[in-house]
């Protein structure tokens, strides 16, 4: 499937991920939940928390997120789609 995988596919199913998430472990889903899918290259998928709606400056919260939840993450996603992309948050 991943021969045809690209971002509109990604987001078009994405809730399949955030199901699978919730199943295994509430804190990971809430964890990434509001994520905005950005991008994907065919092995990475890039990930944004931006939104200008929640707060009226700057903010970066990268470093507190737990690289555990990358793998639950990357695991939900193998799931839905059949591969383990690598995350990046732009």
Known sequence: MSSSLDLSSIKARWNEVLDS????????????????LVSF???????NFTDSQKFGGQHDFSMARNPKHVVVLQESFHEVFGITPTISEV
């Open 41 to 47: 290259d065919g092995s990475n998928l890039s990930i």
């Open 21 to 36: 998430l919730l199943a295994k472990d509430r804190i990971v889903w809430l964890a990434f939940f509001d994520a905005r």
